[in-house]
C-alpha cells in the first residue's frame, strides 16, 4: 500500500482531494485525522503541514507527496519530482513599497528583505552577486516593510492583492510554482509499479483538461476539408450515416482553437455539431 501526504488545510487540500476523486480514489474528510485509507487504491493518506511534506517524503514517512514547488526548492530535500499536477499555480517576488525608485536587481544590494524562503532567495542573489540582509520571517511578510523591519519582502504571490492592500509593488518575478507529486527516490519495485499506476490515472485527467470532444455531420465531398481542419488524438474518426452523401466526424479540439475551428467547420457545410466535455484521455 502507498502512503501520500497532501497538505492538511487549505486549497492544496481540497485540489489534491478532488483530483484523488477524479482518478477514482475516495478519500473520508481529514477533521483531525492524521491518517485515512482512501477507496479505490491501495493508498493511505496522511495530512501534514505543507512545508514538512518534502521532508516526509525524503525520510519515507510517505512514499508520494502533493506539495508547491516553492516548498520543494526552498526545502532541498532529496525527491523525485514526477509530474507537475496543474493547480495550485503561484510565483514567488521581490515587491517593494510603492513609490519606490526601483531600477533593476541591484537595488537590493545591502537591502534589508523580509521572506519565509531565504534559501530560494539566497540562490537568486547569488546567481546575480548581490548581497543583501535575508531575515526570516514566519507569518505575515507583507507587513515587514510598513513596520520598519525590511526593505522589501520576498513571497507568494497569486492574484496581487494582498501586496496592494499593503502598499507593495511587485518588481521581480523569481519563481512559478505550481503543485507537484513527489516519491521518495528509493522505493521499492512493488510499490514504484502501484505509483505508475496512480501517475497513470492522473495523467489521463490532465490530458483530458481544457479538451472538447466534437461531433458534427457533413457532406461527403467536404470530407477531406474537415480533416484538414481538425486535430486528432491519431485522426478524426467518420463515420457513414443513413442519408446517403452525409457522414459524422467525430474529434478532440482544444478549448482555446473550439470556436474557430467550429467557425471553419461551418463555412464548409457542417451541421448539427454536438460539443461535449471530456472526462478522461487515455492514450
Not at 1 to 11: N, T
Not at 68 to 90: P, T, W
Not at 252 to 260: C, N, S
Request: glycine share 8%; proline share 4%; charged share 25%.
Amino acid at each position: 500500500m502507498l502512503r501520500i501526504a497532501i497538505q492538511a488545510k487549505g486549497r492544496l487540500n481540497e485540489q489534491s482531494t478532488s483530483l484523488l476523486a477524479e482518478a477514482g480514489i475516495q478519500v473520508a474528510e481529514s477533521k483531525r485525522k492524521l491518517i485515512s485509507r482512501a477507496e479505490g487504491f491501495p493508498l493511505e493518506v496522511l495530512y501534514l503541514r505543507d512545508d514538512d511534506i518534502p521532508q516526509a517524503v525524503t525520510m519515507g514517512v510517505a512514499d508520494l507527496g502533493i506539495v508547491g514547488l516553492n516548498e520543494v526548492a526552498e526545502k532541498g530535500f532529496r525527491v523525485d519530482q514526477l509530474m507537475d499536477l496543474g493547480f495550485g499555480g503561484c510565483r514567488l517576488s521581490l515587491a517593494v513599497p510603492k513609490g519606490t525608485a526601483y531600477d533593476g536587481p541591484d537595488f537590493f544590494r545591502g537591502k534589508r528583505i523580509a521572506t519565509s524562503y531565504p534559501n530560494i532567495l539566497t540562490r537568486y542573489f547569488a546567481e546575480r552577486g548581490i548581497e543583501a540582509e535575508i531575515h526570516r520571517i514566519e507569518g505575515s511578510v507583507e507587513i515587514a516593510p510598513a513596520v520598519g523591519m525590511s526593505d522589501a519582502i520576498f513571497d507568494i504571490v497569486s492574484s496581487g492583492g494582498t501586496l496592494i492592500s499593503n502598499g507593495l509593488v511587485e518588481v521581480e518575478k523569481v519563481l512559478f510554482s505550481e503543485a507537484v507529486l513527489i516519491a521518495n527516490p528509493d522505493l521499492d519495485p512493488a510499490k514504484r509499479r502501484e505509483c505508475e499506476q496512480l501517475t497513470f490515472r492522473f495523467n489521463s485527467i490532465l490530458e483530458s483538461r481544457g479538451m472538447k470532444y466534437v461531433l458534427m455531420n457533413l457532406p461527403q465531398e467536404r470530407l477531406q476539408e474537415a480533416i484538414r481542419i481538425l486535430p486528432g488524438m491519431r485522426s478524426p474518426t467518420v463515420l457513414p450515416l443513413a442519408q446517403e452523401g452525409w457522414c459524422s466526424i467525430h474529434a478532440v479540439i482544444a478549448q482555446e482553437q473550439l470556436w474557430e475551428r467550429i467557425e471553419r467547420l461551418k463555412e464548409i457545410g457542417a451541421e448539427g455539431i454536438l460539443v461535449l466535455a471530456l472526462e478522461n484521455m487515455i492514450r
